[in-house]
């Protein structure tokens, strides 16, 4: 799952998503010819990925951070709209 668990001095443990050095970020381009559905669920599936397994909130916004990043800056090019379509459906769940 690319999980990094680290056991805290207290005992409590702490989830981050673990990337290894030679990750890429390449997702599906917003300019393929695929459907729309299958491009927004690229962004659905790495928020719900975020908000579902990272224990710490600091790190669950870095993450969310750096998804938006990876999609929209690099080879990708996913519109600012895409994002907020899918925190507005996840917001009223």
């Known amino acids: 799952m690319d999980l990094l668990i680290i056991r805290e001095d207290t005992g409590a443990v702490d989830i981050q998503i673990y990337r290894k050095l030679t990750q890429t970020d390449q997702y599906l381009n917003f300019n393929s010819h695929h459907p729309i559905e299958h491009k927004s669920s690229v962004v659905r599936t790495?928020?719900?990925?975020?908000?579902?397994?990272?224990?710490?909130?600091?790190?669950?916004?870095?993450?969310?951070?750096?998804?938006?990043?990876?999609?929209?800056?690099?080879?990708?090019?996913?519109?600012?709209?895409?994002?907020?379509?899918?925190?507005?459906?996840?917001?009223?769940?």
Do not use: M
């Open 46 to 93: 790495h928020f719900d990925r975020s908000q579902s397994l990272i224990t710490g909130s600091t790190d669950r916004h870095a993450e969310d951070l750096h998804i938006e990043k990876a999609l929209r800056l690099r080879d990708c090019g996913y519109p600012d709209w895409t994002f907020q379509k899918v925190n507005k459906k996840a917001s009223i769940r």
